[in-house]
């Protein structure tokens, strides 16, 4: 079945970084655009990067942008979410999500399990 | 940067009650308003996308409707499973891609 299962997370401390996975099982990984979203504790959704199909054309949010960095294998069906510089706001489960389209933003419309990211000294 | 703004926070309803959620977008959207639904614990999952169509597998209690910048879901009578967070999404213009703040649905 169509699936994305995260990895990585866990507990750090401000200013050192973290690298999150996804593994993408049950779809040809390689033909959809796959975003990050993350979700504070007891707070609303907050999408954070997109990478197109083939990895050429990358898009962050103010947020994650100079310090996260959206990357993909597509010959080992995973994207990546390298986070670095963290600091306490950055606490949040993290989702990848597949998106309809390949080369455009369509619709999420299936998202992983989520990760655990906590940065606490 | 487009603002959305969900109402109201929480909503307390009774199972066959009838459910209507509102989003407001800061500027137009045209009809790129996707509905999402969290229950505690979980993903969120896909329910409705370009305003008014109903992804794979949704029932179809569950309708969206509206376009430039209101926005309404709309449950017609509340299954004990749709007790849960809504939020709203748009892909008009971007990046950021946004979200609402997120309606609460909760047993009355």
């Known amino acids: 079945q169509v699936q994305l299962v995260e990895s990585g997370g866990g507990v750090v401390q401000p200013g050192r970084s973290l690298s999150l996975s996804c593994a993408a099982s049950?779809?040809?990984?390689?033909?959809?655009?796959m975003h990050w979203v993350r979700q504070a504790p007891g707070k609303g959704l907050e999408w954070l990067a997109v990478i197109w199909y083939d990895g050429n054309y990358k898009y962050y949010a103010d947020s994650a942008k100079g310090r996260f960095i959206i990357s993909r294998d597509n010959s080992k069906n995973t994207l990546h979410l390298q986070m670095n510089s963290l600091r306490a706001e950055d606490t949040a489960v993290y989702y990848c999500?597949?998106?309809?389209?390949?080369?455009?933003?369509?619709?999420?419309?299936?998202w992983g399990q989520g990760a655990l990211v906590t940065v606490s000294s | 940067e487009v603002v959305l703004t969900q109402s109201p926070a929480t909503l307390s309803l009774s199972p066959g009650e009838g459910a209507t959620l509102s989003c407001r977008a800061s500027q137009s959207v045209s009809s790129y308003l996707a509905w999402y639904q969290q229950k505690p614990g979980q993903a969120p999952r896909l329910l409705i996308y370009?305003?008014?169509k109903r992804a794979t597998g949704v029932p179809a209690r569950f309708s969206g409707s509206g376009s430039g910048t209101d926005f309404t879901l709309t449950i017609s009578s509340l299954e004990p499973e749709d007790f849960a967070v809504y939020y709203c999404q748009q892909r008009s213009d971007w990046p950021p891609l946004t979200f609402g703040g997120g309606t609460k649905v909760e047993i009355k």
């Open positions: 370009d305003a008014s």
């Open positions: 999500a597949r998106d309809v389209g390949s080369s455009w933003i369509d619709r999420f419309d299936v």
């Open positions: 049950g779809f040809t990984f390689s033909r959809y655009a």
